[in-house]
């Protein structure tokens, strides 16, 4: 998976992951809120709770069921009862149950209570409740004093009229329940009214209706009747002891604002850390590679450690952290590129090094020659002496062979540089490589410098020809046979193979079994200025000569290899490409 794919599945991941911690955080506060709300509604009006809400409040104990004190106070603030039957009428709980109230119910017979006719004393209120674990169903019956009831069943049995006195058994029980009454005929006009000062005198119907049986936390609990024989309507009205002001409305909406300012709070906490958290994760991995950068620029190729001396961003095993293993490919592309950077700048010094020292080895061949150079020609100068005629041939072919190895250093570094800017034009011509690699290396066998050294040459095809440039492929050849000899002991055998590498191709292979070479040497072998070999006996020569030959190889349209193994000898091979070839299988061996 590339690095693209990974940072979308790692930032969409985090995304949902945020959302869901504000949902989670939405939906716990909506909880709270709803838990805060139910029991203000408890402490107000136990009527005012759902079933479920009520369910909460049950304590089940096997075959025992009974409320929590949280319902017991407001009970007991609302003067009121509470019973709870199974479906069949068995009573299982009873709690401030006035002797007025059935300890048991026949079938249908708890109806009656809850029917709250204008007749009965109390208000009742029921809920069918279901116990989650057994699916067992139970009546909660609760009841609250109802006086106006009881008041209107004695105005109705007195029945004052207008401008006639208020009876005093009916005046002291009004009086006693702080209640009063009102009566209109049938034209909505008021005819006569009893401790209600401010009553109206039309009946408007809104006032009842708001303060109806329905509506518990008002000032004034009202009931009303209509005679249809008289055509009077008769209100009654009872100061409500429970009512608290704003309880209803005040307090929840105080509490509702209150409650989302939490969430608010919540949300923003929860924005905060995330985003702190966010940027951590995210930031931590981003200064990791920045710190890195940094180090690279001020040269410095370690990846960073932390305080506990292991990488930044990994575990005591070595594994990086879930926040740093989404960057693992550029950190693995930093490494690479730290590795790369130290190993150039290892390779820039022995590079400057090996250049000094060639700069140095090559002053030093270019001082010899001179120095025999102006040496000879200063005693040929010379006056004082009369030279015969072999003493000056002598003289000038010393002074020649100085001038053609000046010459051909010279040359030699002029052709790295025209290889390098691919300014060396190649004058191809169909070469019969078998007879050419084969002349080369008899020509070489006969050479002063190949004494004590054993080749051989062969040949897996009778013909190959290939398009070749004959003066550079035979400088390759050379170069890379004279270092094989140059640069291994006597007694070194030294073998040359030419064969079909492929149909279209051919390849030279010249190995020794001299000393090898060790990786720092081999890794070094085709740099301009190097100067070494398998031993330390003949470090002469340009530095110039393996470098030239793989350039030229290149030049070809070739490539080059070099296996070698210290103790294990030497193999260079050289592949390029052919025009035709026979199938006649031979071999050429030559032997010094």
């Not at 794919?5 to 991941?13: G, N």
Request: some cysteine.
């Amino acid at each position: 998976m590339n690095l693209r794919k990974k940072l979308i599945i790692q930032y969409v991941r985090q995304f949902f992951g945020f959302l869901l911690v504000l949902l989670l955080c939405l939906i716990g506060s909506l909880i709270v809120l709803g838990y805060r709300l139910m029991n203000e509604e408890l402490e107000t009006d136990l009527s005012r709770l759902v079933a479920s809400d009520l369910r909460m409040q049950l304590e089940w104990e096997q075959d025992k069921i009974s409320v929590n004190d949280r319902v017991k106070k407001s009970v007991d603030s609302h003067n009121g009862w509470l019973q709870i039957i199974d479906p069949k009428g068995t009573l299982l709980y009873a709690y401030r149950t006035p002797a007025t109230i059935p300890q048991a119910y026949e079938p249908g017979e708890w109806i009656t209570q809850t029917q709250n006719d204008q007749a009965s004393a109390y208000y009742v209120k029921h809920w069918v409740v279901e116990q989650e674990l057994s699916e067992q169903k139970v009546i909660v019956l609760y009841g609250t004093p109802a006086p106006e009831n009881a008041l209107m069943a004695q105005l109705l049995a007195a029945k004052p009229t207008a401008g006639s006195p208020v009876p005093a058994e009916l005046a002291n029980s009004f009086s006693l329940e702080k209640g009063w009454y009102a009566i209109y005929d049938r034209q909505g006009k008021l005819v006569a009214e009893y401790n209600a000062a401010d009553a109206a005198k039309q009946l408007d119907l809104i006032p009842i209706l708001q303060n109806g049986k329905e509506s518990r936390n008002v000032p004034v609990i009202t009931t009303s009747r209509y005679d249809k024989a008289s055509g009077f309507t008769y209100i009654v009205g009872v100061a409500n002891p429970w009512y608290r002001p704003g309880a209803a409305a005040e307090s929840v909406d105080n509490m509702i604002a209150y409650s989302f300012l939490q969430v608010g709070a919540v949300l923003i906490v929860s924005v905060l850390l995330a985003g702190s958290w966010y940027a951590l994760r995210v930031g931590k991995p981003l200064l990791h590679m920045v710190n890195w950068l940094g180090n690279l620029a001020q040269g410095r190729y370690a990846e960073p450690i932390g305080k506990n001396g292991r990488r930044i961003g990994t575990t005591r095993k070595g594994k990086r952290k879930k926040s740093f293993a989404v960057f693992q490919d550029i950190f693995d592309a930093l490494a690479k590129l730290s590795h790369t950077l130290q190993t150039n700048e290892e390779r820039q010094k022995d590079i400057e090094k090996t250049r000094e020292e060639w700069i140095s080895g090559l002053s030093h061949d270019l001082k010899t020659p001179l120095s025999s150079i102006f040496g000879y020609a200063t005693m040929l100068e010379s006056e004082q002496y009369e030279w015969g005629r072999a003493e000056v041939n002598q003289f000038g072919r010393t002074i020649r062979e100085k001038a053609d190895y000046m010459n051909g250093l010279i040359e030699d570094l002029n052709l790295t540089y025209r290889l390098k800017n691919h300014a060396l034009p190649l004058m191809k011509e169909p070469v019969s490589v078998v007879e050419a690699i084969r002349r080369m290396t008899a020509d070489l066998v006969n050479e002063p410098s190949a004494s004590g050294h054993e080749i051989e040459f062969e040949a897996q095809e009778e013909k190959i020809v290939a398009l070749l440039d004959p003066k550079w492929f035979s400088r390759i050849v050379i170069n890379i046979l004279t270092n094989a000899i140059r640069h291994t002991p006597k007694g070194t055998l030294v073998r040359v193979e030419v064969s079909l590498a492929a149909p279209d191709s051919f390849a030279v292979r010249i190995a020794d079994n001299g000393p090898g070479m060790d990786e720092k040497t081999k890794a070094s072998l085709f740099e301009r200025y190097y100067r070494g070999g398998h031993t330390k006996e003949d470090t002469s020569g340009t530095g110039l000569g393996m470098a030239i030959a793989k350039q030229l190889v290149l030049a070809h349209a070739g490539n080059i290899e070099v296996k070698s193994e210290p103790g294990k000898g030497t193999e260079v091979v050289m592949m390029f490409p052919c025009q035709t070839q026979t199938a006649s299988h031979g071999s050429l061996p030559t032997k010094t």
